[in-house]
């Protein structure tokens, strides 16, 4: 049976690139049909219908028509606009990280909804919570669980042994935690605290409310963000690009530019 001329899904712009004079191609994660691409035509033009509930961070209700190449957007209806994330720079650039490494980590037209929830309702947070770099770490874990390189945190990857109390080593090429025993086994490894461990584990196997409460003095934070900012950087073989403008933005900050 022929698929329908036309759908609709509901859908959060993720990512924008220009087509021509006048037109976009616009990445979108929903919810049934994962990440998908379409054409916006005419919406970079002043007068576009469109263009306002199609803007980067957006979700969206957006009816499409079949393409041989790529659909085309036919229309759009904002859920959620999430205007504190556009109205400011900081919040903007978490915005920005989020919705790149969701990019970035999934293949076009795969469903997961989890993983559609987990950004949606992370977008939400981000704009209420003061506890930003924590959620981050929550949606880092959590996103790492949905596409498959859950990190091992409970054992060695090597002998598969409880960890013990002492400083132990995150591995990024064996997928987790070494003993003091196996870590010169591998090349590169990060010493981790007892502390650093243990906040991973708990966002990890938690729901941010249970965790939200959590407050981390700055050398703990840093310790947990270059864990798992190391290991997305060896998942991807890349830089996430707004890691950038938000090292950039936090330097500003601590230094009363911004």
């Known amino acids: 049976m022929p698929k329908p001329r036309t759908y609709q899904t509901e859908a959060i712009v993720i990512k924008k690139t220009k087509l021509g004079e006048a037109d976009r191609i616009l990445t979108?994660?929903?919810?049934?049909?994962?990440?998908?691409?379409?054409?916006a035509k005419g919406i970079r033009r002043p007068r576009s219908k469109l263009a306002g509930h199609l803007e980067l961070l957006t979700y969206s209700l957006v009816s499409f028509a079949r393409g041989r190449n790529l659909d085309t957007i036919i229309g759009?209806?904002?859920?959620?606009?999430?205007?504190p994330l556009k109205s400011d720079l900081n919040?903007?650039?978490?915005?920005?990280?989020l919705t790149e490494i969701v990019t970035q980590f999934t293949p076009e037209h795969v469903e997961d909804r989890p993983l559609f929830q987990l950004l949606l309702e992370t977008m939400r947070r981000l704009c209420l919570t003061d506890n930003r770099e924590l959620l981050l770490r929550h949606f880092e874990l959590h996103l790492l669980k949905e596409v498959g390189y859950r990190p091992q945190l409970k054992e060695c990857v090597t002998c598969r042994k409880p960890l013990q109390p002492p400083v132990n080593y995150f591995s990024a090429s064996g997928g987790g935690m070494l003993c003091p025993?196996?870590?010169?086994?591998?090349h590169i490894v990060y010493p981790l605290s007892v502390d650093a461990l243990k906040v991973l584990r708990w966002l990890q196997d938690s729901d941010f409310e249970t965790v939200s409460r959590l407050k981390m003095e700055m050398g703990l934070s840093r310790e947990i963000e270059m864990v798992t900012r190391n290991?997305?950087?060896?998942?991807?073989?890349?830089?996430v690009k707004s890691v950038t403008w938000l090292d950039s933005l936090r330097e500003q900050t601590s230094s009363g530019k911004y």
Do not use: M, N, W
């Open 181 to 186: 025993d196996c870590h010169l086994s591998q």
């Open 28 to 39: 979108l994660y929903t919810p049934g049909l994962g990440k998908i691409q379409a054409v």
């Open 231 to 239: 290991y997305i950087r060896y998942l991807l073989e890349r830089e």
């Open 91 to 97: 919040l903007t650039a978490y915005a920005l990280y």
């Open 76 to 83: 759009s209806q904002t859920i959620d606009s999430f205007l």
